[in-house]
């Protein structure tokens, strides 16, 4: 039996059921990737398909190795002899074996990846006729085959996680580069290991041709791992032997003995004077190295105490610039805080002036795209206003009162709307209640008459034709009556805050439903509670609005005009007004 080598162009045959490994230029089939099929054949059909090439692993050039024998443990790549593709495999399910790895061919010519090696697994060099395994690299599966054909022809050629004996693969033709003859049991001799290529391509590199040794992969004949390349191994055939490096030191003692001889002859019969001279020069050498050794031991510590030197102050800078950098950036942060805490300041301050001013210089802006409105209320947020014209007509505006003003259908005395216009609810001048979700609904009629209602989210209270009050829990809920008789009612904070007028004008607000009513000074025709809970917005029987913060232990503020309707929004910063000829305005109150 011969050893392949690389470069030679074998045939493989599968040990359990005697077919060839074949490629040919033919897709795998829908459901796989798609590249070049290889299977396995009977043979004969297509003898060139049935060709394949040991190369050098990925990455070394293609005619690196050829002529060397290959041996067990070694990573190669197979060519396809025809098409110049790859065997290659992946982790890619094999479409008619889950469990198994696809293999194809990929790349062309010196073009692939490192998912185009395969390990050798045999014991010593790989022999012609022998059985051997071949192990993907990249996934350790072995290239395996078994008795399934392929929808395309062609026995099914997989990557098998496991081993049996479906693994095993024989060189069974070579054509190419001559096989090497195997000698001594077996083992090829004379055959350099694997080495890389060099830039180039250049083999051996040229690590290798200035004697350093080992290459990756073995040794040569006889050479100690580790070990210089002997001369007659790097030599080409016929040239001479490269001279062997002197000794200095032998070179050195040979001369001192020469010499020594020397004197000893030309002493004559002084031949006792001679060796005593001899002697003391020897011990003369022997301190002058010592002293030499001394002097270079000192400077290696004196190099050494520097260094640390030099490290221990460059330690000591870095710690300092870390320090100044802290302390830096802690002094920016206390004056980002200092500055912060004086806007604050600043703002309370003007607010607490703001407060004692009054309305604080703010100033009625006219709304003058607003249809004439008598009736207006502001959902939460101040975004969402909806009103009532004299004539019934609803409308409804989302940004803030400017822009165009929405025309809902029917026919309304009172209008309220709920955050984001999600629910709009009317009050008809027969006292039905009506309501609808967004603008683009329709209105569905709400069990229980009522003469007037306020929300604020989406919880309501009330009044009827009776002046009976009454609390509800949004669209699904029921009305609940409530203590007390009312001719308007408002309510804030979630429900939790709700104030009320009497027939007689007087202002009324409780702290939710179970707490007693209290009074508020003043005469209304209007007492409405800011969103969240903390103010009032009022309006008297002489057509004047006043709002209070703090309520209700604040103090009432005039707010300038007259105004049969107000709405607020957001803490009474924003207050809507319906003057008596319809027009509508805005204030934002700082």
């Given amino acids: 039996m011969a050893q392949v080598t690389f470069g030679a162009a074998v045939k493989l045959q599968h040990c359990e059921t005697g077919k060839l490994l074949h490629s040919r230029p033919v897709a795998l089939p829908p459901g796989s990737s798609g590249l070049q099929q290889v299977a396995c054949t ?62 194809c061919g990929f790349g062309k010519d010196e073009a692939g990846d490192p998912q185009d090696d395969w390990r050798v697994e045999v014991v010593g060099p790989l022999l012609s006729g022998a059985p051997f395994r071949l192990v993907h690299m990249a996934t350790n ?12 022809g062609g026995q099914e050629v ?47 590199p040229p690590a290798a041709a200035a004697g350093i040794y080992p290459p990756p992969g073995g040794c040569f004949p006889g050479v100690v791992p580790g070990a210089p390349i002997p001369p007659q191994v790097m030599a080409p055939p016929g040239a001479a032997a490269a001279p062997q490096p002197v000794d200095d030191s032998s070179s050195s003692s040979s001369d001192s003995s020469s010499s020594s001889s020397s004197s000893s002859d030309e002493g004559g019969d002084g031949g006792g004077g001679g060796r005593k001279g001899r002697g003391k020069l020897g011990k003369e050498a022997r301190q002058a190295q010592r002293q030499a050794r001394e002097a270079r031991r000192r400077e290696r510590m004196a190099e050494k105490a520097r260094r640390q030197h030099e490290q221990a ?3 000591d800078e870095d710690r300092q610039r870390q320090r100044e950098e802290r ?19 600043e703002h309370r301050r003007q607010h607490a002036k703001h407060s004692a001013d009054g309305a604080g210089g703010g100033k009625w802006e006219a709304l003058g795209k607003a249809p004439p409105l008598y009736q207006i209320h502001a959902a939460v947020g101040g975004k969402v206003v909806v009103g009532v014209t004299a004539g019934g007509e609803c409308y409804l505006n ?45 209105w569905e009629l709400v069990p229980g008459p009522m003469s007037q209602i306020q929300m604020d989210g989406r919880r309501l209270v009330g009044v009827n034709a009776a002046n009976q009050a009454f609390w509800r829990d949004g669209r699904a809920g029921e009305w609940i009556p409530l203590d007390g008789l009312l001719k308007h009612i408002s309510c804030g904070k979630h429900g939790r805050v709700i104030t009320g007028v009497d027939a007689m004008g007087n202002g009324f607000v409780r702290q939710g439903r179970g707490a007693p009513w209290q009074p508020v000074p003043g005469c209304f025709r209007q007492l409405d509670v800011t969103p969240d809970g903390s103010g009032f917005v009022a309006v008297t029987p002489a057509n004047q609005a006043f709002y209070m913060r703090n309520a209700p232990s604040g103090e009432w503020v005039q707010l300038e005009g007259a105004f049969t309707a107000v709405g607020s929004s957001k803490r009474a910063v924003l207050i809507y007004g319906c003057a008596p000829d319809g027009k509508v305005f805005r204030q934002r109150i700082r």
């Avoid at 190369?55 to 190795?65: C, E, N, Q, S």
């Avoid at 302390?327 to 300041?345: F, M, P, V």
């Avoid at 009506?434 to 329709?442: I, P, T």
Wanted: contains cysteine; positive net charge.
């Fill in 42 to 103: 009977a043979g004969g059909s297509d003898p060139q398909g049935e060709w394949w090439t040991f190369k050098p692993k990925f990455g070394y050039t293609d005619a690196a190795l050829d002529g060397r024998g290959v041996n067990g443990g070694e990573i190669v790549r197979l060519e396809h002899a025809a098409t110049h593709v790859n065997l290659h495999s992946h982790a890619v399910p094999l479409f008619c074996r889950p469990d198994h790895h696809e293999v």
């Fill in 141 to 152: 599966v072995a290239l395996h085959s078994q008795g399934c054909d392929f929808p395309v």
């Fill in 158 to 204: 997989s990557g098998f996680h496991g081993r049996d004996n479906n693994d095993f693969w024989r060189v069974v033709e070579v054509r190419g580069v001559a096989a090497v003859t195997a000698q001594v049991g077996g083992m090829a001799i004379g055959v350099p290991p694997p080495q890389p290529a060099a830039p180039g391509g250049i083999y051996p």
């Fill in 313 to 315: 102050a460059r330690k």
């Fill in 327 to 345: 302390l830096r950036r802690k002094e920016e942060k206390r004056r980002q805080k200092e500055a912060q805490r004086a806007r604050k300041n």
């Fill in 398 to 442: 989302v940004k803030g009162g400017k822009g165009e003003w929405t025309r809902l259908d029917g026919v309304f005395k009172q209008a309220v709307v709920a955050p984001r216009a999600s629910e709009i609810w009317g009050v008809t001048r027969n006292d039905e209640v009506f309501c609808r979700s967004g603008k683009d609904g329709r």
